[in-house]
């Protein structure tokens, strides 16, 4: 990869992110709670970690690569990371990863759509 291609691929938080972020803040939202820590990194390849924790327990945690395509500004970022909270003395947690399929949350309190792809084969199949 050139120093040029590396260059035009930065990470950068983009709304999707910021958005999740923000919804997770709001659906927990403590008029008391503070950021207790914050931490942001990024690499020279391109790669960073982020992660945050408030006073009221919620916690956030992502980490993202880039892969540069053929073409510059092309190619594709994958990111995974996990957020918690707690509501009514149950704690909630979604690990997830998003990439060129889209975004996937998994949690015990989601509902399981693994099936969902192998039953939209099926019926293809029989288009």
Same mark, same amino acid.
């Given at each position: =990869?050139?120093?040029?291609?590396?260059?035009?691929?930065?990470?950068?938080?983009? =709304?999707?992110?910021? !958005? !999740? !972020?923000? !919804?997770?803040?709001?659906?927990?939202?403590?008029?008391?709670?503070?950021?207790? @820590?914050?931490?942001?990194?990024?690499? $020279?390849?391109?790669?960073?970690?982020?992660?945050? /924790?408030?006073?009221?327990?919620?916690?956030?945690?992502?980490?993202?690569?880039?892969?540069?395509? @053929?073409?510059?500004?092309?190619? @594709?970022?994958?990111?995974?990371?996990?957020?918690?909270? /707690?509501?009514?003395?149950?704690?909630?947690?979604?690990?997830?990863?998003?990439? /060129?399929?889209?975004? +996937?949350? $998994?949690?015990?309190h989601l509902p399981d759509f693994s +099936?969902?792809? /192998? +039953?939209?084969?099926?019926? $293809?199949? +029989?288009?």
């Open positions: =990869m050139t120093a040029q291609r590396h260059q035009l691929i930065k990470p950068t938080i983009d =709304m999707k992110t910021i !958005l !999740l !972020l923000c !919804l997770v803040a709001v659906a927990t939202a403590d008029q008391s709670a503070r950021i207790a @820590n914050f931490q942001y990194g990024i690499e $020279e390849d391109g790669s960073y970690a982020a992660n945050y /924790e408030t006073t009221n327990g919620i916690k956030a945690q992502e980490d993202g690569i880039s892969y540069p395509g @053929n073409i510059p500004e092309s190619g @594709n970022y994958v990111r995974s990371g996990s957020y918690s909270y /707690e509501w009514e003395g149950v704690t909630y947690t979604v690990t997830w990863t998003a990439d /060129e399929n889209g975004f +996937h949350p $998994e949690g015990d +099936h969902t792809r /192998e +039953h939209i084969g099926g019926v $293809e199949d +029989h288009l």
